[in-house]
């Protein structure tokens, strides 16, 4: 079994090669814009977890993975070209929908502070008043 570090790396990657496979080589217009967020190979590499989004979010989620899941044999012969491993593993395609939490948390951060300053600047321009009396 491969050491973490080399797990890592394996992973890292995989990524890499997927993501540049996806920008450069393949073009297919459903996946326009699709970004590899994550891969996890399994230790034994039998199965790469590609975890991918979209800047649409999950509108677009079954079409990519559809399309991934298509694309699916040209994808690991590429990863053979690039990647020396005694086993190449299998492409699993997930959906993650990390990056459109993240968005979600940023708008609600956004609110609170748009809701809070205008409270906060009304008691510090008081403090400054006060201060220059």
Do not use: C
């Not at 393949?26 to 814009?33: T, V």
């Not at 199965?47 to 649409?56: D, G, I, M, R, T």
């Not at 559809?66 to 005694?86: S, T, V, W």
């Amino acid at each position: 079994m491969p050491t973490p570090l080399r797990m890592k790396r394996i992973n890292d990657r995989v990524r890499e090669i997927l993501s540049l496979t996806l920008l450069n080589k393949i073009e297919d217009p459903r996946l326009a814009g699709v970004n590899i967020t994550d891969v996890k190979v399994d230790r034994e590499l039998d199965f790469a977890n590609v975890y991918v989004s979209a800047p649409e979010g999950r509108d677009r989620e079954r079409e990519v993975l559809q399309a991934l899941n298509h694309a699916r044999g040209f994808l690991k012969f590429e990863l053979a070209n690039e990647i020396d491993l005694r086993v190449m593993p299998r492409l699993r395609f997930f959906w993650d929908p990390t990056p459109e939490r993240a968005d979600r948390i940023d708008t609600l951060l956004a609110q609170l502070r748009d809701e809070t300053e205008p409270a906060g600047e009304s008691i510090d321009e008081g403090e400054d008043q006060d201060s220059d009396d």
